[in-house]
Every structure is written in C-alpha cells, then in structure tokens.
C-alpha cells in the first residue's frame, strides 16, 4: 500500500511527513508573522485607547518614569 504525498494546502507544495501543522515552511513562516502583526496591532490599539493603560495600575502603586 503506498500512501499519496502529503500536501501544503495553502500553496500545493510537496511536504515532509513531518511537517508541522500540515503546512510547508514558506507557510508556516507566513502564518507566524501574521500573527504576530496582529498581536501588535492589538497591543498599540488597547494602548491608545484612554483608561485602558491606567486600569492596568493597580491602585496605590508607584510608575517608574
């Protein structure tokens, strides 16, 4: 019995049979940086946002400047 190659189903790129996540590198690599935008972009918007730094603070506490 012989199994058919797995492949990247974002790109069609032959994989490994140890691919990680079913994706290949080039895949992988995109999706990471993706999310890691994203979380940046999260952050910087609940920064801007008035009350969200200060809510962080707990009362009473000092900030290092």
Known sequence: MSSSPKICPTCGTPLPSDAPQGL???CLLKNA???????????????RKPGIAAAAIPAGSSRIH
């Open 24 to 26: 290949c590198a080039q």
């Open 33 to 47: 940086l993706a999310d890691s935008a994203s979380t940046a972009t999260a952050i910087l918007s609940a920064e």
